[in-house]
């Protein structure tokens, strides 16, 4: 490989707090000022610079999901009691009720402030600026299971049962575009350039669409069902980001080959011993983070070595989320622990 990137760094402990229950989502702000922190207890805090600012107390109903929009302006969340609440400058502004469904998938346009969320077998697309629904689209074959919009905010993809559906956003009307399986994909990403979009299915294997090729490949062997997908910002010498994959307690690293004959050539990365809870590569940077049902949280350097292995959670870690410039990194335990750490040039 041929990459041009910083050394890795160490990271040390900047913060560490206590949610009543397992930590299930993570989100920074895109000015990285802020990070949300959602429970399964239903508790909503915010995080900045050490100081925690409450913003919804436990209720027993878990919140499933956190986002803000691409400015920093909004904050969505949701979960178990079909709510999804809009703040803005940490007042509540709106409620969208959608009892008695549960709303646990949902994502901002990366270049507007169109929020998608999940219900049942749709996806409404709310409107920040005008409050108001936009679309509604029917996947039909199933519940959703991830949602995802391409940098350009052009199309929204969203993914279950016999594959991703693709909308094109500048015509709601259009059939969708669709990358079919014949099983369930449980975990979907774009790449950063738009230029790919993946699929992690329930029958052990990867496929890789490159958008406007008809033909996708699927890459086989896994262990079990692909649990989490992660592309690097950081592209090869030909110009591809990476594609990282995690099944049970392994990670496979997938490398975009000159050769087209060979497709997507893999590196497999083996540490931890326990399920692999989510994966997520660093901005700008190779360093991809992996943390586990183990209690481990790895680092891997660009020569996909473990650089560092973090720890400080009394069960296993439930999640991640890097700061939008990567000098910090956050996780969540199983037991409600928020972990912060910072580089040591930081």
Request: glycine share 8%; charged share 20%.
């Amino acid at each position: 490989m041929n990459f041009t990137t910083s050394k890795s760094k160490n990271f040390d402990i900047y913060y560490s707090g206590q949610l009543a229950d397992y930590v299930i989502s993570l989100a920074w702000s895109s000015p990285g000022k802020t990070l949300a922190i959602a429970s399964a207890a239903g508790e909503v805090v915010l995080w900045e610079d050490g100081e925690i600012t409450n913003l919804q107390t436990a209720t027993g109903k878990s919140i499933d999901c956190v986002a803000f929009s691409p400015d920093g302006k909004y904050l969505a969340i949701a979960g178990q009691d079909g709510k999804v609440k809009i703040w803005r400058e940490n007042q509540l502004i709106n409620t969208l009720e959608n009892e008695p469904a549960w709303v646990d998938k949902l994502a901002w346009n990366h270049t507007s402030n169109l929020l998608a969320f999940s219900l049942g077998r749709y996806v409404k697309v709310w409107d920040a600026e005008t409050e108001e629904i936009v679309i509604t689209l029917n996947f039909e074959k199933s519940s959703i299971l991830g949602i995802d919009w391409r940098k350009d905010g052009h199309y929204l993809a969203i993914s279950g049962y016999q594959g991703v559906k693709i909308w094109d956003t500048n015509n709601w009307d259009e059939e969708p575009y669709i990358l079919a399986t014949t099983t369930v994909s449980v975990a979907m990403a774009w790449s950063p350039d738009g230029k790919y979009l993946a699929s992690g299915n329930m029958d052990r294997s990867v496929t890789v669409l490159e958008w406007e090729n008809p033909d996708p490949w699927v890459m086989r062997g896994f262990p079990g069902k692909i649990r989490q997908l992660a592309w690097s910002e950081v592209t090869t010498s030909i110009g591809a980001s990476l594609l990282a994959s995690s099944s049970v307690e392994g990670v496979v690293v997938w490398e975009k080959s000159a050769d087209e004959s060979l497709g997507w050539e893999a590196r497999i990365l083996t540490n931890h011993v326990d399920i692999i809870n989510v994966i997520a590569y660093a901005p700008q940077s190779l360093i991809l983070a992996s943390a586990g049902a183990d209690g481990w949280l790895c680092l891997w350097n660009q020569a996909y070595e473990v650089s560092q292995i973090l720890t400080g959670v009394r069960g296993g870690f439930s999640t991640l989320a890097w700061h939008p410039q990567g000098k910090l990194l956050a996780a969540g335990g199983e037991q409600g622990e928020l972990i912060i750490w910072s580089t040591s040039t930081d």
